[in-house]
């Protein structure tokens, strides 16, 4: 039987597999190194006007919220708000959706965020039992225990913005444009109802988990529904991303807000990135072990792409990293097992019925990280060596059962 080719860009590791799309050039570069390259072209100063002047057509004059800020206690929320009140002069309504895996890491930072900005901010505490049987739902059908977070983050700022009479969300980056190069930065793209279904939602609505073989009814996810378009339009409302007017670079940013507010970093076991997901007991863990499964691909090479991109690694640097964290088994599953009331068993029955095994058959480039290998942990590196410049740790989790999801905590 023929073997579809896959492709795997020249500079960085993605491949044609991706997700959410990729496209190559003549050289064999992807489309994301392509439109990264952007980040060394661009007149940053100039963009960085453009949205100030953008912006101040939304300050209001009576003291009231100007924008609307969605944050975690964890990503680039820290930055986000750092940019849009101190640098921008603006004042945010933060808003954040419950995602119930909340780390103690997630909630202090959410604690510390609020208070280091003197921000007000606004938490979306869906009831936890529709919660649960959507997560179970989406683990089943799609193998996937995170689309509830990420529909609930994506619409939570929206409705609230209308509810508010707000009609700017400052997001922070745009997934597409950093990872796969799917738009320019020069394209200023905002958010939108098609991104959000094709990408961020997997294609499936909140509507389409009712089904006639399970319990989920309206009154589960009804908040989950994006206004239709009729009161977008009513209130004015958009989203953009500062991405497209500032060169983008998680590493630094993350470095910046250690220094300045203390943000809390922790050690992950799947990847090298400190900073990203800390809030989160299985971003990290069981959800990129799914995506691994079923895309042949994880976090930490989003990450290695990223810090080649940024030239502060090689390729062959980037592999030994990947080698080193790919095929990590994820930790915190009793966890999810407990809080979802399924035993362990059932878990790894599910989760290895998304073993798609046409990623894991293919002869691949002799510089990738070589699924189909026995020799995969060839130059592993070792524990503790000191393979990347920054990504420091400044707080642990236990990996012992004694670790809870904090479901409601001083920062929510």
């Known amino acids: 039987m023929n073997k579809r080719k896959i492709i795997t860009c020249k500079k960085c590791f993605y491949t044609s597999n991706h997700p959410l799309g990729i496209t190559f050039d003549e050289n064999g570069i992807c489309s994301g190194c392509t439109i990264h390259e952007e980040k060394y072209e661009l007149d940053w100063d100039y963009r960085f006007s453009l949205l100030r002047k953008l912006v ?6 009576k003291g009231n919220y100007d924008c609307i800020v969605p944050v975690t206690g964890g990503n680039d929320s820290f930055f986000i708000v750092h940019t849009v009140k101190n640098i921008l002069g603006l004042n945010p309504l933060l808003v954040n959706y419950n995602k119930y895996f909340n780390t103690p890491i997630g909630i202090s930072n959410l604690t ?3 208070t280091s900005f003197n921000c007000d901010i606004l938490i979306q505490n869906v009831n936890p039992n529709s919660v649960k049987k959507i997560t179970r739902e989406t683990l089943r059908r799609f193998g996937n225990i995170y689309w509830h977070c990420i529909a609930g983050q994506t619409v939570f700022p929206v409705q609230t913005a209308i509810s508010h009479k707000i009609p700017l969300i400052i997001w922070g980056a745009h997934q597409g444009i950093e990872q796969v190069g799917m ?15 094709n990408h961020d939602l997997f294609g499936y609505e909140a509507d389409d988990l009712i089904d006639n073989l399970n319990t989920i009814n309206d009154a589960d996810i009804w908040q989950y529904r994006y206004p239709d378009d009729h009161l977008l339009n009513l209130n004015g409302i958009r989203g953009i991303y500062l991405s497209n007017y500032i060169p983008w670079d998680p590493k630094t940013q993350h470095e910046m807000m250690v220094e300045i507010y203390g943000y809390k970093s922790r050690e992950f076991n799947r990847t090298f990135d400190t900073y990203d997901f800390v809030d989160c007991y299985n971003y990290m863990e069981i959800h990129d072990y799914l995506k691994f499964l079923k895309h042949g691909y994880s976090k930490v090479v989003d990450h290695v792409s990223r810090e080649i991109r940024h030239k502060r690694i090689d390729k062959k640097k980037g592999l030994k990293i990947i080698r080193k964290y790919i095929f ?7 966890l999810l097992c407990e809080w979802l009331s399924i035993d362990k068993l059932s878990l790894d029955y599910v989760v290895n019925s998304f073993h798609n095994k046409s990623y894991w058959n293919y002869d691949v480039m002799k510089d990738s990280y070589e699924l189909n290998s026995k020799n995969i942990y060839q130059e592993k590196l070792t524990s503790g060596s000191n393979y990347l410049e920054g990504f420091t740790s400044n707080s642990t989790i236990n990996q012992d059962l004694t670790e809870k999801y904090i479901t409601i905590g001083k920062g929510c």
């Open 56 to 61: 101040s057509q939304y300050k209001s004059k």
């Open 112 to 114: 510390n965020l609020r």
């Open 183 to 197: 738009f320019s930065h020069k394209h200023e793209v905002e958010m939108s109802r098609r991104y959000r279904h």
């Open 328 to 334: 990590n088994k994820p930790l915190y599953t009793d």
